[in-house]
């Protein structure tokens, strides 16, 4: 991954409300709490196949709607190799990290535009 990744596409963000940044300031506040990608961990944990894949699953449908490009994108590869069987540690690590720098930059448009 470089350095120039964007994590929030806020061109798209902005349009799916409607341009109210506002409301998409508070979607991503609200978007902070979430704790989907803990149950992914646990699940691992657990070896609970099918409770990963429901948390994976609902946490790239957040991703996508709140157009957070990159970890939509490493969840969506994370979710496939849960269905396929493999728990991939490496993956889960990435999407981790991203996930952690998607916050970073929410709390930027959180700042900017709330």
Not at 5 to 25: A, H, P, Q
């Amino acid at each position: 991954m470089s350095d120039n990744v964007i994590y929030i596409n806020l061109d798209e963000g902005f349009k799916r409300v409607m341009n109210n940044t506002k409301l998409f300031s508070k979607l991503l506040l609200k978007f902070k709490d979430d704790i989907h990608l803990n149950e992914i961990e646990a699940s691992f944990k657990d070896g609970n196949n099918d409770k990963a894949k429901d948390a994976a699953h609902t946490l790239k449908g957040l991703a996508a709607n709140l157009s957070l490009t990159e970890l939509y994108k490493q969840v969506m590869e994370l979710e496939a190799q849960i269905k396929a069987g493999n728990n991939n540690a490496d993956q889960l690590a990435l999407v981790k990290d991203v996930y952690a720098k998607t916050l970073i930059e929410a709390d930027e448009v959180i700042a900017k535009y709330a």
